[in-house]
């Protein structure tokens, strides 16, 4: 079987842009095709990531972003999985070159969340959650995460103090993170007077409103070897999906169950255990998902999964070394929720390739990437990167 | 088969294509019109004993598909709950909504709103299921098919 590899990678800047969804996508194929072929000589097929065509009232994303790579002879779709759609779009695009039907795709993400405003943003992600029971009580995506936050502080006795620590954290890592949403450091206090959003959630525990729009073009290792150097390569060696019930009253409510599955689907078909993660991005769309993530995927040990703010070495007996949400995740980076999944293949692919500038982790050789849709996990896609 | 008895409407079985009219349970609209009748009706697996509402066509938790319906009782629990500063528009004139998490005595889990301040509830308050029509705002919010069905809603017990 071909060995599939990440050939390059493109994005627009993560923010609220006057750019369309077209046209953030038009920067990120510049940037990944900068010192390639033309698409239409190389690539096979291309997948899109995209949520809701509430925001700019398209859909057919496959077809347009074809057309706009010169790709009107491939097949194209857009992959619909809320939030976890860049990583499922990646996942096909990883599928499709091992099994050797295609020696290159590529795989892309684009939302123009701030379209309709913070209320178009609200009513297009409430379309994730149970129609029948969650829709109709009114409740919101804040609040979706407010209740596994209140459960997972009752349960496990963290406080909103040490959850304003990840934002802090993860803020700090964007401030390095030239593509990041947020290029600013912020401290405990900023968080902690920020607005409840809904309790215990403030303001700063959530992930912001984004447009953007990112690529990633994976290759089979042979074909790469005739287009760039190995080193500027990353063996994408293991790939895992998993679903978990729409509504969120039916799961595990501090056990993220369907990331747990996906994660140890990535590391079987990588060979690895989560022991060897460096570097890893997990779906902070709000601050108790980094813990929550951290005990799922094996990080961290169960109600210890707060500790991820910290320094690797000041965790509990148990942890991993590992340096999560180096871009700032999608607290600080931004969450353009289409494209989420592909900007965090992209950190990893810096990572293994030195080219992380100032948050580069030294030695960094494999990187987990995280990436769910709806609430938590009710969609989970993990890829296991590794450096060549 | 497992062993059951097919046809029964007392027993669990598969359910067929031509059971999932407007009026089965296992249909939302069926699901609606009895708590619209106030009985709150879930589906509970014959292998795993797993409980859940509305009922639907497999177990979650094993796959088995030999389903019983059940009465559901309206006593509950509040697992987790939380307060909505800023709903979406249909729910705006009711702001702030407190919501929660409750597991009914029957282990059936679902997400509701309380009749009451977040600050009056709490994990492990007891509370009661009601059902009421929609209001004229949430009827406006909701699709044509929605309009009579119609909301529950937990108060303290």
Known sequence: ?388 | MTGRERGDGESPRRVKPEDLTAESPFTLPGFFAALSDGRLLGGRCDECEQAFVPPRPACYACGSREIAVEEQPREGTILTNTEVARPAPAFAADAPLTIAIVELDSGVRLTGRVAADYEEVEIGTPVELTVRELTDQEKEFALDHEEEWPLHVFEPA
């Open chain 1, 1 to 388: 079987m071909p060995d599939p590899v990440i050939l390059s990678v493109g994005a627009s800047p993560v923010g609220d842009s006057e750019l369309t969804g077209r046209d953030l996508f038009s920067v990120a194929l510049a940037e990944a095709f900068e010192n390639l072929p033309d698409p239409a000589g190389i690539v096979d097929a291309l997948y899109v990531g995209n949520q809701s065509e509430s925001y700019e009232h398209q859909i057919m994303y496959g077809t347009l972003l074809a057309e706009w790579a010169g790709l009107r002879h491939v097949p194209a779709e857009r992959v619909e999985g809320c939030a976890a759609a860049g990583a499922l779009a990646l996942r096909h695009a990883v599928r499709d070159v091992r099994s050797g039907q295609c020696d290159v795709v590529l795989a892309c993400g684009v939302e123009k969340m701030t379209a309709g405003g913070t209320a178009g943003a609200t009513e297009a992600l409430s379309a994730a959650f149970d129609r029948a029971l969650e829709q109709r009580s009114g409740i919101t995506a804040p609040s979706q995460y407010a209740l596994l936050a209140e459960r997972y502080c009752h349960e496990t006795g963290a406080t909103e103090e040490e959850l304003a620590r990840v934002a802090v954290k993860n803020h700090s890592n964007a401030a390095r993170n030239p593509r990041a949403q947020y290029q600013s450091e912020i401290d405990a206090e900023t968080v902690l007077e920020s607005p409840y959003v809904a309790r215990p959630l403030k303001l700063f525990d959530c992930a912001p409103v984004s447009d953007g729009a990112a690529a990633v073009v994976i290759a089979s290792e042979e074909v790469a070897a005739t287009l760039v150097d190995s080193e500027e390569t990353v063996r994408a060696s293991g790939v895992g999906a998993g679903s978990n019930n729409l509504a969120v009253a039916e799961r595990d409510l501090t056990f993220v169950e369907g990331a747990h599955r996906a994660a140890r689907g990535a590391y079987e078909e990588a060979g690895v255990e989560a022991s060897e993660i460096d570097v890893a991005e997990v779906h902070d769309a709000f601050t108790v998902c980094e813990p929550l993530l951290a005990e799922a995927v094996g990080f961290a040990p169960r109600r210890a999964g707060v500790e991820c703010a910290l320094e690797p070495g000041e965790r509990s007996d148990g942890w991993s070394d590992v340096e999560l949400s180096t871009s700032g995740g999608l607290k600080a980076r931004g969450h353009p929720i289409g494209a989420t999944g592909l900007y965090q293949a992209i950190e990893a692919y810096e990572q293994l390739t030195g080219r992380a500038g100032d948050r580069q982790v030294e030695g960094a050789k494999r990187a987990l990437c995280v990436n769910e849709g709806g609430v938590a996990d009710a969609v989970t896609v993990a890829h296991v990167l590794e450096a060549t």
